[in-house]
Structures are given as structure tokens and as C-alpha cells.
């Protein structure tokens, strides 16, 4: 089957998913008001992960649950045969207190959907309706993940990705491709946000220890001041970015916690300090981090003094396969035009879509959901966002869309 009868296909099919996205627009509003209104934290995401799941065996998916914790998998085996794809949804919410007078507000003190997951496992459940409807057309299975901690689990759990493809949620069967998307304030609504290759950056948790010798305060000689050593480590590190990395490429290292000292004539033994460092490029992260050894080493033995660095590896840096991007294009101009596509910088935000990312090829893309005219411009993170639900059913039909020609162009596609 040649690519000018897909395409043909395709725009007959758009008609369809389009109805039927816009069918559903009242549930996906429903769905998104609900787990809003009950946010749960990363691996305590026990009622969404409960209602996904028992929503998803009422479409007749195959469901699994209790992966990594609270994670459902799901597989919409369709009537004609063909490859496996992936679809992931992120489930989680921040421990952040909602500001907006809504009537959708969290019911959760101190907790609140402030980067839009409630969208997200709406957008997932939306896209499996629409499939399932269209279950006798679909060539292959589409595989679901609703992941729990993405915004990564409390100190001591294991969660999020990494856990979920260790507990095997990309095995039996393993997808050949896997998309996912996130809601995106700085774009409008009605359109859609892609990168080639490097889209949003990886994350590590920098913890620094300087060590001095604690003394009285009256005599700072007799001792060696780790306040001071710390105070000059936080400027010499800031010139890794600014003199020591070419500046065509883009990295943060941002410092944000210090801690030391128990009294004011007390010259203490002891600073700790944390921080992020985030890349969008391996080779230049190992480079970084060589380099805060170098700065520490030289700033606390010229000072008297002694360090510690641990770098923790938070999300690897989210790549967008170019093969998959590339083929994908058609379906999105298509589906929007190419007016709503736009191409933005790549985001220094972190997401753990990454992991899956490194298994197989993988699409992360952003939905818009602001809209200056109704107020909706508040950035994720923050105890005023909140999204235009115009987007919901919008992006359910871009997802299913997606899905629905990946298959159609493997189940079609030459032997290689």
C-alpha cells in the first residue's frame, strides 16, 4: 500500500476521530475536573490508577495493574493484524496549594494537578475510547501506560519510568514505537509543540558538602571556615557556564539550597549545599560534572578545605527519535495544518518519558492549552495554573490520529 492511499485513508479516518474526540468532550472534562479535584502524590495514586483502570476493562482492554505501584498497562488488540505501538499517560500531582477559585478545586490541601496529569490520563482515556470504537479498523495493538511519579517518588521509593520497564511494562509485547505528550502554557491552544531529537533536558540532583574545622569565632585563624570556602565555590562554579563550556550549548547549574552553621560566633565545620544540573546533550553533562570536581577541588584545597559531590541521575535527556518525528510529520500537518505546528527551543524541564525513549523509538510532543482571552497563561509549577479544557478532545484526536497512521504505515510497510 503506497503512502498516497494512506494519506487517503487518513483524511477519510481524521473525519471520524475528529467526531468522535468531540463526542467525548464533556467525559474528558469530567474525567480531567475529577482528578483534579482528588490529586494524589507520586506512588500514592491509588484512586486514579483504580478508576483508569477499571474504566479501560468497561472499553474491553486487556488490563494490568500494580505495575510499579500504582502503574495500569493496557492492551487494544485491533481486528486486523499489524505492529505493537505505546501510548503513556502520566497520572501524578504536586505537592502544591491550589490558589484558583474554581469548582473543580482540589479537595486535597496542599496538593494540586499544577502540571496537568489530570489532562494527561483524561487526553489517555479519551484516546482509548476513540480506539476502541474503531477497534474493527485498527491493524495492530496499541499498548497504554498510565504511569504513576513521573514527578519522581518520595526519598527511599523507587517509581516513575524507570521502575515501570523494570517491572516490565514494555515487554510481552515490547511496542516498536511509543508516544506521549505534554500540556504545554506557552502555547496556544489549538496547537502543537515539537522538537527533533533533543527536546527537554536531563535533570540531576547536585549535593555538595564543603568541610572546614570548626572554631570560635573570635579566632577564624585557628580554624578553617567552610562558610567561606562554600561562598566562594558558589561563584567559581557559575563560571563553568559562563568561561569553560562552549556557549552554543545550552546547560543550567543552578545552585538553589545552602545550608550551614548552628550559631552566630561559631565558625562552623560543616556547609551543604544542593543544587540541578540540566543538559540536553550527554557528552556535555559528563563534561560538567568533571568540571565541578576540578572547581571544588582547587577552591577547597586552596582554602584549606575539603568536598564531596554526588551527582543523582534524575530523568535522562528526552530524545525525539528523528526517524519516528519525520514520519509523524505527515499525520500532524495534516490533522492541523501546518499553521499550528510550531518548533520551539528545546525545554530544560526534565520528564521521565526519556527512559522509555532509550528502549525504544520514542515522540514526545507539547498541547497547547493557553488562552489569553479566557486569563489561562500560568506556568506549570505554580499554585495559579490551570489549562483552557479546550484542549482535551483536541488532543485526544491529535494522539489517536497518531496512533492510528503509525500502525497503518508498519502494518503496510516493505520488509526491510
Given at each position: 500500500?503506497?503512502?498516497?492511499?494512506?494519506?487517503?485513508?487518513?483524511?477519510?479516518?481524521?473525519?471520524?476521530?475528529?467526531?468522535?474526540?468531540?463526542?467525548?468532550?464533556?467525559?474528558?472534562?469530567?474525567?480531567?475536573?475529577?482528578?483534579?479535584?482528588?490529586?494524589?502524590?507520586?506512588?500514592?495514586?491509588?484512586?486514579?490508577?483504580?478508576?483508569?483502570?477499571?474504566?479501560?476493562?468497561?472499553?474491553?482492554?486487556?488490563?494490568?495493574?500494580?505495575?510499579?505501584?500504582?502503574?495500569?498497562?493496557?492492551?487494544?488488540?485491533?481486528?486486523?493484524?499489524?505492529?505493537?505501538?505505546?501510548?503513556?499517560?502520566?497520572?501524578?500531582?504536586?505537592?502544591?496549594?491550589?490558589?484558583?477559585?474554581?469548582?473543580?478545586?482540589?479537595?486535597?490541601?496542599?496538593?494540586?494537578?499544577?502540571?496537568?496529569?489530570?489532562?494527561h490520563t483524561a487526553i489517555g482515556l479519551g484516546v482509548a475510547t476513540v480506539l476502541s470504537q474503531m477497534r474493527d479498523r485498527v491493524r495492530g495493538t496499541v499498548k497504554f501506560l498510565f504511569?504513576?511519579?513521573?514527578?519522581?517518588?518520595?526519598?527511599?521509593?523507587?517509581?516513575?519510568?524507570?521502575?515501570?520497564?523494570?517491572?516490565?511494562?514494555?515487554?510481552?509485547?515490547?511496542?516498536?514505537?511509543?508516544?506521549?505528550?505534554?500540556?504545554?502554557?506557552?502555547?496556544?491552544?489549538?496547537?502543537?509543540?515539537?522538537?527533533?531529537?533533543?527536546?527537554?533536558?536531563?535533570?540531576?540532583?547536585?549535593?555538595?558538602?564543603?568541610?572546614?574545622?570548626?572554631?570560635?569565632?573570635?579566632?577564624?585563624?585557628?580554624?578553617?571556615?567552610?562558610?567561606?570556602?562554600?561562598?566562594?565555590?558558589?561563584?567559581?562554579?557559575?563560571?563553568?557556564?559562563?568561561?569553560?563550556?562552549?556557549?552554543?550549548?545550552?546547560?543550567?547549574?543552578?545552585?538553589?539550597?545552602?545550608?550551614?552553621?548552628?550559631?552566630?560566633?561559631?565558625?562552623?565545620?560543616?556547609?551543604?549545599?544542593?543544587?540541578?544540573?540540566?543538559?540536553?546533550?550527554?557528552?556535555?553533562?559528563?563534561?560538567?560534572?568533571?568540571?565541578?570536581?576540578?572547581?571544588?577541588?582547587?577552591?577547597?584545597?586552596?582554602?584549606?578545605?575539603?568536598?564531596?559531590?554526588?551527582?543523582?541521575?534524575?530523568?535522562?535527556?528526552?530524545?525525539?527519535?528523528?526517524?519516528?518525528?519525520?514520519?509523524?510529520?505527515?499525520?500532524?500537518?495534516?490533522?492541523?495544518?501546518?499553521?499550528?505546528?510550531?518548533?520551539?527551543?528545546?525545554?530544560?524541564?526534565?520528564?521521565?518519558?526519556?527512559?522509555?525513549?532509550?528502549?525504544?523509538?520514542?515522540?514526545?510532543?507539547?498541547?497547547?492549552?493557553?488562552?489569553?482571552?479566557?486569563?489561562?497563561?500560568?506556568?506549570?509549577?505554580?499554585?495559579?495554573?490551570?489549562?483552557?479544557?479546550?484542549?482535551?478532545?483536541?488532543?485526544?484526536?491529535?494522539?489517536?490520529?497518531?496512533?492510528?497512521?503509525?500502525?497503518?504505515?508498519?502494518?503496510?510497510?516493505?520488509?526491510?
Amino acid at each position: 500500500m503506497n503512502t498516497t492511499l494512506i494519506e487517503a485513508q487518513g483524511l477519510a479516518r481524521d473525519v471520524q476521530v475528529a467526531q468522535a474526540a468531540e463526542r467525548l468532550r464533556e467525559q474528558l472534562i469530567a474525567w480531567r475536573r475529577d482528578f483534579h479535584m482528588y490529586p494524589e502524590l507520586s506512588n500514592r495514586e491509588e484512586r486514579t490508577s483504580r478508576v483508569v483502570a477499571e474504566y479501560l476493562r468497561q472499553l474491553g482492554l486487556e488490563v494490568q495493574t500494580g505495575i510499579a505501584r500504582h502503574g495500569v498497562v493496557a492492551l487494544l488488540r485491533g481486528a486486523l493484524p499489524g505492529p505493537v505501538v505505546a501510548y503513556r499517560a502520566d497520572m501524578d500531582a504536586l505537592p502544591i496549594e491550589e490558589t484558583i477559585d474554581v469548582p473543580y478545586k482540589s479537595r486535597h490541601p496542599g496538593v494540586k494537578h499544577a502540571c496537568g496529569h489530570d489532562a494527561h490520563t483524561a487526553i489517555g482515556l479519551g484516546v482509548a475510547t476513540v480506539l476502541s470504537q474503531m477497534r474493527d479498523r485498527v491493524r495492530g495493538t496499541v499498548k497504554f501506560l498510565f504511569q504513576p511519579a513521573e514527578e519522581g517518588p518520595p526519598p527511599g521509593e523507587e517509581g516513575g519510568a524507570r521502575l515501570m520497564i523494570k517491572e516490565g511494562a514494555l515487554e510481552h509485547p515490547r511496542p516498536q514505537a511509543i508516544f506521549g505528550l505534554h500540556v504545554d502554557p506557552r502555547v496556544d491552544v489549538g496547537k502543537i509543540a515539537y522538537h527533533i531529537g533533543p527536546a527537554m533536558a536531563s535533570a540531576d540532583l547536585i549535593e555538595i558538602t564543603i568541610r572546614g574545622k570548626k572554631v570560635h569565632g573570635a579566632y577564624p585563624h585557628e580554624g578553617v571556615d567552610a562558610l567561606v570556602i562554600a561562598a566562594h565555590a558558589v561563584t567559581a562554579l557559575q563560571v563553568i557556564r559562563s568561561r569553560r563550556v562552549d556557549t552554543f550549548q545550552p546547560f543550567v547549574l543552578t545552585l538553589g539550597s545552602i545550608h550551614g552553621g548552628n550559631r552566630h560566633n561559631i565558625i562552623t565545620d560543616e556547609v551543604k549545599l544542593q543544587g540541578t544540573l540540566r543538559t540536553l546533550d550527554e557528552k556535555v553533562r559528563a563534561q560538567v560534572i568533571q568540571m565541578l570536581h576540578q572547581t571544588l577541588k582547587g577552591v577547597t584545597e586552596a582554602l584549606g578545605g575539603s568536598y564531596e559531590l554526588t551527582v543523582e541521575e534524575g530523568a535522562t535527556v528526552t530524545y525525539n527519535d528523528p526517524r519516528l518525528v519525520e514520519e509523524t510529520l505527515p499525520t500532524l500537518r495534516r490533522v492541523l495544518g501546518e499553521g499550528n505546528l510550531v518548533t520551539p527551543r528545546p525545554h530544560m524541564g526534565a520528564e521521565d518519558f526519556s527512559y522509555y525513549a532509550r528502549v525504544v523509538p520514542g515522540f514526545f510532543f507539547f498541547l497547547g492549552v493557553r488562552n489569553e482571552a479566557k486569563g489561562i497563561n500560568a506556568m506549570i509549577h505554580t499554585p495559579e495554573f490551570d489549562l483552557d479544557e479546550e484542549a482535551l478532545p483536541f488532543g485526544v484526536k491529535v494522539a489517536a490520529s497518531i496512533l492510528l497512521d503509525y500502525l497503518e504505515r508498519h502494518a503496510t510497510a516493505p520488509a526491510r
